[in-house]
């Protein structure tokens, strides 16, 4: 019988299995070197999908700045075989707690205009359009720039 799939905040002993999954893009990707960075930083949060112990398939990270309110989503991403079974869901809840819990406006994002399936993602989860970057990716793809503010009620909860 297999575990069920666990949904926890990252540990350096991840970096491997965040180079692995960051590899699945096809271009602007997270260095080793940032995502060591990004494990290490109180300014940066990083939650992974474990399907059983050390066998990571998603992971999320975020960066924080001390002159925004807004957390910044860099990076969501779901092993092939583990997608559309809500576990980019279970990631952006848990940025989307600690996001509330530490006060911060809302989240943003940028998001290529030609991905569906995270568009898709982020639609469902009540991102709105905010801007767009033509030329922003390394192949010359535009970005579409989304936010979801938090609102009053999430703030109470
Ligand atoms: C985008 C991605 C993270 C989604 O991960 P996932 O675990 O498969 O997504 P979930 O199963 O949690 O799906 C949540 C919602 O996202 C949307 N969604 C997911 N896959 C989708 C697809 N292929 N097309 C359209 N919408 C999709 C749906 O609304 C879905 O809700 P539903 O299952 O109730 O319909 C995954 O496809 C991925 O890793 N892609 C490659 C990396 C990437 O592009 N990351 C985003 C960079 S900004």
């Known amino acids: 019988m297999s575990a069920t799939p666990v949904c926890r905040v990252a540990t350096p002993d991840d970096l491997p299995a965040l180079v692995a999954l960051e590899a ?3 271009g602007d ?3 080793r070197r940032s995502l060591a960075a990004a494990l290490q930083r109180r300014t940066s949060h990083v ?7 050390g066998e990571v398939l998603a992971n999320l990270v975020c ?14 991403v779901v092993h092939p075989s583990g997608r559309g079974k809500g576990h980019a869901r279970r990631l952006m809840a848990a940025v989307s707690d600690a996001a509330l ?5 809302g989240l943003r994002l940028e998001v290529r205009e030609d991905n569906a399936a995270a568009r898709g993602l982020y639609a469902a989860l009540g991102f709105t359009v905010r801007g767009r970057r033509p ?3 390394d192949d010359g793809a535009a970005a579409v720039q989304l936010q979801r503010p938090f609102v009053a009620h999430e703030r109470l909860a």
């Not at 960066?63 to 969501?76: C, E, Q």
């Open 24 to 26: 699945l893009f096809p």
């Open 29 to 31: 990707r997270l260095s």
């Open 47 to 53: 939650w992974v999908v474990e399907a059983a112990p």
């Open 63 to 76: 960066f924080t700045r001390r002159d925004s309110p807004w957390w910044r989503i860099y990076s969501v």
């Open 101 to 105: 819990r530490a006060g911060a406006a």
């Open 135 to 137: 030329g922003y990716y």
